[in-house]
């Protein structure tokens, strides 16, 4: 089996590009199904923290149902479910473009889970050894770095608000759309204001003061991370070569 750092984070991201750029070309679940075995076979030689992620992710789950309820009942057309009269609420259709969005997300969720093998230094080298303006490289790390951060703070608050006497568990669906709309509001406001706190960090240690930057960390692609590389990107033309022309 192969090692997460036997290969270079520059391979990883391709895999990922791959693997994502697929998941919004494609609009049919069951070749939406075969990207995510894939994908999910992936992360696992790649010994990703899956299980890890899902389990931190339950939490939400309530969200992410709604998200698709919501998908479901904004498309027209197909044979109507659940309707009240004439006004049609939920069709087969409308269960079939929500069941695609659900895949699509978790798709993207395991290409997270196949770049958090390698370090955010890594990947930011790989993106300037690609010739990737410093600048774009660095507003992707500092990304990168933020979601977890953001995460935490989730987690933080979800807590506080266990503490306090309001349980999780017995909630209806309404009143936790509820409870999340309130937290999220605190939540973006605390990551806009870390944000801020970084730019005047950056400002006051010269960012951007010299044109050409150095580095210690030297990056270098081996005989399997090209063979690796071509054939994610075969197999992503070949997948999609036989969506257009099934």
Not at 149 to 174: H, N, S
Not at 192 to 211: P, V
Request: charged share 20%; proline share 2%; aromatic share 8%.
């Amino acid at each position: 089996m192969m090692k997460d750092r036997a290969l270079d984070p520059r391979t990883k991201l391709i895999i990922v590009m791959s693997i994502s750029s697929l998941s919004v070309f494609i609009r049919e679940p069951k070749y939406l199904i075969a990207i995510l075995v894939i994908a999910l076979f992936v992360s696992k030689m790649m010994k990703s923290e899956i299980f890890m992620i899902l389990k931190k992710l339950r939490r939400i789950l309530s969200l992410f149902m709604a998200m698709v309820l919501i998908q479901s009942l904004f498309i027209k057309g197909g044979n109507p479910i659940i309707a009240l009269g004439e006004i049609t609420l939920l069709t087969d259709v409308g269960i079939l473009r929500a069941l695609e969005f659900l895949i699509r997300i978790s798709i993207i969720l395991l290409s997270a889970s196949i770049l958090m093998t390698s370090s955010s230094r890594e990947l930011l080298q790989g993106l300037i050894e690609w010739r990737i303006p410093y600048e774009i490289a660095f507003m992707v790390s500092v990304g990168i770095r933020f979601l977890p951060l953001l995460r935490e703070e989730i987690e933080d608050t979800l807590t506080a608000v266990q503490l306090r006497g309001i349980d999780m568990e017995k909630l209806t669906l309404k009143e936790k759309i509820h409870l999340y709309s309130n937290i999220f509001t605190p939540v973006v406001t605390g990551a806009i204001l870390k944000s801020q706190s970084l730019s005047i960090a950056m400002e006051s240690r010269g960012f951007r003061a010299y044109n050409h930057r150095t580095s210690y960390l030297k990056l270098r692609m081996k005989a399997r991370d090209y063979l690796i590389s071509s054939f994610s990107i075969l197999v992503s033309i070949l997948i999609a070569c036989l969506y257009i022309l099934r």
